[in-house]
């Protein structure tokens, strides 16, 4: 199985900080790198898709980057409703995986 | 819009069997796409259970593949998760979602997910 590293595990921001969480694979996953943002007692939420396309109907405040085996999420200004568990999961070779989670706290 | 809800019992005893269903409205499940069950736990995060297809074809996580048997009733827009022989380390919260798969392979609709506990 792949294995998905993602840091920070937590980190503490102020409306309108750009946060960037960083996920490393532990091998090349051709760009199959997906980001979910997950609310406490709520269904992960897809965010990116394929490493950098945004999902419909997501803030363009999100984006993603990345290739081979480092990827990333960045908020560019973060907001209140920003504050959850953000996963990333590779979706190249199946059993498909996720990281275990960075959790975003808003100040 | 697609919505998925997971229905089933919320208590198993140890060595039963885990048996929850996902309706699926908002999308027909015979026009396609696969189907998959996901889990969460506090110790072991988010993990793939597997995927099912409207014909039948499924792919399983190789951690649970010999418990694990995924069904589909596209006449009634739903499908299935059966877990046989549960331990206490298969309490969790299970999520069906559906699945895209080709150019873009993404869980991109989720059920509210269902806590099953795994207790005697």
């Known amino acids: 199985d792949i294995q998905m590293t993602q840091s920070p595990s937590s980190l503490s921001a102020s409306v309108g900080d750009r946060v960037t969480i960083t996920c490393r694979a532990s091998?090349?996953?051709?760009?199959?790198l997906n980001w979910y943002q997950q609310k406490p007692g709520k269904a992960p939420k897809l965010l990116i898709y394929?490493?950098?396309n945004l999902q419909s109907g997501v803030p363009s405040r999100f984006s993603g980057s990345g290739s081979g085996t480092d990827f990333s999420l960045t908020i560019s200004s973060l907001q209140p409703e920003d504050a959850a568990t953000y996963y990333c999961?590779?979706?190249?070779?199946?059993?498909?995986?996720f990281g275990q989670g960075t959790r975003v706290e808003v100040k | 819009q697609v919505q998925l809800q997971e229905s089933g019992p919320g208590l198993v005893k140890p060595s039963e069997t885990l048996s929850l269903t996902c309706s699926v409205s908002?999308?027909?499940?015979?026009?396609?796409?696969?189907w998959g069950w996901i889990r969460q736990t506090p110790g072991m995060g988010l993990e793939w259970i597997g995927s099912?297809?409207?014909?039948?074809?499924?792919y399983y996580n190789p951690s649970l593949k010999s418990r694990v048997t995924l069904s589909v009733d596209t006449s009634k827009n739903l499908f299935s998760l059966n877990l046989t022989s549960v331990t206490a380390s298969d309490t969790a919260v299970y999520f069906c979602a559906r699945v895209v798969v080709g150019a873009q392979r993404t869980f991109d609709y989720w059920g509210q997910g269902a806590l099953v506990t795994v207790s005697s």
């Open positions: 908002g999308y027909s499940i015979s026009r396609g796409y696969y």
């Open positions: 099912i297809y409207y014909s039948g074809s499924t």
């Open positions: 091998q090349t996953i051709n760009n199959y």
């Open positions: 999961q590779e979706s190249d070779i199946t059993p498909w995986t």
């Open positions: 394929s490493a950098s």
